[in-house]
């Protein structure tokens, strides 16, 4: 899946459309001390009655999430293209 890395988007800070510069969302570190995490470590040492099994429905591939900064104000805000697709998202250039 091929997308353009500037495109016409609206921007709620300038309240109009704008030029916007795309660029791909990464994850970024993990953090060790959130809240889901140190749930889970609970779960797993069992001071928590009930655990989850596998999951029963299995997604075929992932949302592709990308990131649009205003070339005016510098907001950036996220976006995501299409549906859950197996391919990954390229940027023309
Ligand atoms: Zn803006």
């Keep these: 899946m ?12 300038c309240r109009k459309k704008t030029k916007n510069k795309v660029r791909m969302a990464s994850k970024g570190r993990p953090r060790s001390s959130a809240w889901g995490n140190r749930q889970h470590e609970r779960t797993i040492m069992g001071y928590v009655g009930k655990v989850a099994g596998e999951k029963a429905v ?31 998202l390229e940027l023309k250039s």
């Design 58 to 88: 299995k997604k075929l591939g992932k949302k592709q999430k990308v990131i649009l900064e205003c070339s005016v104000c510098k907001k950036k805000q996220e976006r995501i293209i299409g549906k859950r697709t197996s391919k990954k």
């Design 2 to 13: 091929k997308f353009p890395n500037e495109i016409n988007a609206y921007c709620p800070k």
